[in-house]
C-alpha cells in the first residue's frame, strides 16, 4: 500500500531492533486517495474481511523452504493486521508496515505488541538484509513494481523468500459468478470486481518465482458478507448513497437465496513466493 509519514513508538522501535529489522528514514505522504480509502472503514474492514486458511501457511514453509516459526517477517501492507495476527500464530517474528493512519491505529489496538511501522512497499524504512520473508497480503497490487521488487531485494537476507498473495472468490460457484456480473456492471469493469491478483508480478529477473492455488471457504452471516463487500476500495471511494443502494439490492437478491441469512464464502488463495539470490 502507498506511503505516509512514519509514526511509531520507542516501544515499537525496540521490538523492531529486536527482531533484527531497524526501522531507517520516513516515508513520505504520498499516497493516492483510493489507497487510503480504507482508514475511514478500519473497523469495518478489521471485523468483515476474510482470513487466510492454515494452508496457505503450510504452502508459504513449503515453497520458502523454512519454517514461519521465528522467521523475521515484515508484513507490508499490513492493514488492519489480518494476516499479521496469523503470522505471529505460526511463530514468526513480525514487524508490520501501514501507511494508513487509521489502518495502522486498528492494528496497534489489536495487536498492541507488534511493531507497526508507517511506510509503503516502495520504500520501506527498514535496514538492508534484515528480513527472512517479506509479505504482501493483498498489498501487491498498490505499489509500484518497479520500485518495490528493488526493495524487497534491499531488505532480504540472501536466501530470504519473497511472498505475495490474495483471496480471489471462486467463481466457479454459481452464485458468486452471479454476484460478480453484477458487480462488473455496476462500476462498467471488464475484470473481476472481487479481487483478482496481478497475473504477472513484475520481479527481478534473479527472483524465480512459484505459483500455488490454495482453495477455502468461510461461513458468514449475510451481514458480515456486505459489510465485506461494501469495505472494498470501489465501494469505499464512490460516495455512501450509491455503495447503500447497490448493497441493498444485493441484500435482497442474496436473502432470497439463503433464506436463513448464512452464505458460505468461497475463495481461492493465489500465492507467489520468490527466493532473494
Known sequence: MPPSDTARTPAADRSAGEAGCTPSGTAEDAAPPRALSFDRAAARYAAARPGYPPALF???EELAGRPLRGARTVDVGAGTGIATRLLLDRGARVIAVEPGPGMAGQLHRTLPHVPVVRGDGDRLPLAAACADLITY??????????????????????????????NVSDHSVPWIAEQDVRLRRFFGVDRSAHGSPDDSPRLPPEFGQVRRSVPWARTVSLDTHLANLGTHSAFLVLGDEAARRFLHEERERLSELFPDGTIEE????????????
Do not use: K, M, N
Open 137 to 166: 497480503a493483498q498489498s501487491w497490487h498498490w505499489t509500484d513494481p518497479g520500485l518495490s521488487a528493488p526493495e524487497a531485494l534491499r531488505v532480504l537476507r540472501p536466501g530470504g523468500a519473497f511472498v505475495l498473495w490474495w
Open 266 to 277: 468461497c475463495y481461492v488463495v493465489e500465492l507467489v513466493v520468490a527466493i532473494r539470490p
Open 58 to 60: 503450510d504452502a508459504v
